[in-house]
């Protein structure tokens, strides 16, 4: 019987290359293949560190005809590294799809852990809070956008996006008009030669950036809410009642279920929840 080979989850640099573990590498030397969204930036990499094992493209626009291709090769025994361009697969970059599928088969997901832009950058951030919530990418359309952001403007800690150098000026100048000159972070480039980081609120940002195209990978994080704006509490209070309620629709009654879904939905703890949702009278 063929035991089936093991998914490697390997997080690569951002930017610097010396960021690389030891341990990546010598997961990175030992697979019979790296499934990566780039080949050409995928094997600079290898050949840094003069690592000879093949490569499979396996990005956004390919990753669900990949499936097969990749199952097919841990099915048979052998072990498969997924990598992004740059940071930890899967974490809004494509390998959800396989990763999941590779669990639903029964196959062996190991994460190898590294590099992370959104920790990255809240390390250097001057945030003191415990917690924060990664949104990944906002929306492209400016009205979703403005949206989501309303529907985060409550959110008593910290949060984390990422931003496409084209569209972070109007991201901030939104920022500004949805949650007010709160503190934001921009991150550009990090741990490249160019590395950026720009702190302070939305506008002073947007006026800091550069007066050219604005060019590499952006990354940033929103402070925590401060309580004392007017308003914040009652929006908090609003969007909980709102999440909870939808999700007890969509659970068909079932508290606990809701409970479940209501909390990942706004990034918090179920007891934190549940208290809430007591002191908001919600539950009883």
Same mark, same amino acid.
């Given at each position: 019987?063929? %035991?089936?080979?093991? =998914?490697?989850?390997? $997080? ?14 010598? %997961? ?5 293949? %790296? ?6 930036? !995928?094997?600079? =990499? ?12 396996? &990005? ?14 841990? #099915? ?13 697969? +899967? ?6 799809? =396989? ?8 196959? #062996? ?7 992370? +832009? ?5 390390? +250097? ?16 359309? @400016?009205?979703?956008? #403005? ?19 084209? /569209?972070?000026?109007? !991201? ?21 030669? &160019? ?24 990354? %940033?994080?929103?402070? $925590? ?7 914040? @509490? ?25 409970? /479940?879904? +209501? ?22």
């Amino acid at each position: 019987m063929i %035991v089936p080979g093991t =998914l490697y989850i390997v $997080a690569t640099p951002i930017g610097n290359l010396e960021d690389i573990s030891p341990r990546a590498l010598r %997961v990175l030397e030992s697979v019979a293949c %790296v499934a990566c969204e780039d080949t050409r930036r !995928t094997r600079r =990499l290898l050949n840094r560190f003069g690592v000879g094992t093949r490569t499979l493209s396996c &990005h956004k626009f390919n990753e669900r005809e990949r499936l097969d291709k990749v199952l097919g090769i841990l #099915r048979a025994g052998d072990d498969v590294a997924l990598v992004s361009d740059g940071g930890t697969p +899967a974490v809004s970059d494509p390998g959800a799809l =396989l990763v999941e599928a590779a669990l639903d088969d029964g196959i #062996r997901v190991s994460p190898v852990p590294g590099p992370s +832009a959104p920790v990255t950058l809240l390390s +250097a951030a001057g945030e003191p809070g415990r917690r924060f919530l990664f949104e990944g990418f906002l929306p492209h359309r @400016a009205g979703e956008r #403005r949206r989501r952001l309303r529907e985060l403007r409550a959110f008593p800690d910290a949060i984390v996006l990422f931003e496409s150098p084209r /569209r972070i000026r109007e !991201t901030l100048a939104d920022i500004a008009e949805v949650m007010g000159e709160r503190t934001v972070v921009v991150g550009r480039e990090l741990t490249k030669i &160019h590395e950026t980081i720009l702190r302070g609120t939305p506008s002073e940002v947007r006026e800091s950036l550069p007066g050219r195209e604005v060019r590499g990978e952006i990354t %940033v994080v929103i402070a $925590a809410c401060d309580p004392g704006v007017p308003g914040a @509490a009652e929006e908090r209070s609003r969007r909980v009642r709102t999440t909870w309620n939808e999700s007890l629709k969509e659970a068909g009654g079932d508290q606990r279920d809701a409970l /479940r879904r +209501a909390a990942r939905a706004l990034g918090m703890k179920r007891a934190e929840l549940y208290r809430l949702l007591v002191e908001l009278g919600e539950i009883r």
